[in-house]
């Protein structure tokens, strides 16, 4: 079946994640997003994608040059639509979705408590652009500070528990969003298998 361009996020699972922003008054907002990447595996950069750049998170993370990106599990599902209705920006998004401040360790904006993972920003490079006359961002953050929850982290190889985590995915349809989340099928290949030699390049980067 053939469907059309833009309906991509309906065949694509997508993470849903809280990014978070402070006012240039210290207002403090909250907002979903789901278009998101980590930009290759050796760099310190992910990207958030933004249509219609006039909403509150992309004038407070310009002004402010910072924000956290929160990552929920299933149980925060039900924040999801109150923190992406638009309401006037001196509102504080943390109260209205009934959310609590995860303080962090490298800049002022907080993040959300109760996620699963945290990623503390600065702001590295916006690219603004228009198509088909309407506005769209690629906002690019540094991130400065990674911190996830002790409970599903293995230290010894870097792996992580998503049956516990249950991180909040997303598929789209006609009419609204599908909430999912992931399942591990336990199978592992390592990074090397994908060079000749079979060794890992970055294998490196990962030691502590």
């Known amino acids: ?58 004038d407070n993370l310009r002004a402010r040059e910072e924000f956290v990106i929160s990552l929920p599990g299933m149980d925060l599902a039900d924040k999801v639509m109150p923190t992406a209705k638009f309401v006037p920006p001196e509102v504080n998004e943390y109260e209205l979705a009934g959310l609590d401040e995860k303080p962090s360790q490298k800049i002022e904006t907080p993040g959300v408590e109760g996620c699963y993972a945290w990623m503390e920003c600065k702001l590295h490079k916006i690219i603004a652009e228009e198509y088909d006359n309407f506005p769209y961002a690629l906002v690019v953050g540094k991130v400065v500070h990674l911190e996830v929850r002790d409970d599903i982290y293995n230290v010894e190889d870097g792996s992580w528990d998503v049956d516990k985590a249950q991180p909040l995915m997303m598929t789209e349809s006609n009419h609204g969003m599908h909430f999912c989340t992931v399942k591990d099928m336990e199978w592992f290949e390592p990074y090397g298998a994908m060079f000749p030699n079979g060794k890992d390049p970055l294998a490196g980067l990962y030691e502590d």
């Open 1 to 58: 079946m053939q469907i059309k361009n833009f309906k991509r996020e309906s065949i694509i699972p997508l993470p849903v994640t809280f990014i978070s922003t402070l006012s240039p008054d210290g207002v403090k907002n909250v907002a979903p997003y789901s278009c998101i990447m980590p930009i290759l595996r050796p760099f310190d950069l992910i990207c958030v994608a933004t249509a219609g750049v006039m909403r509150d998170t992309f």
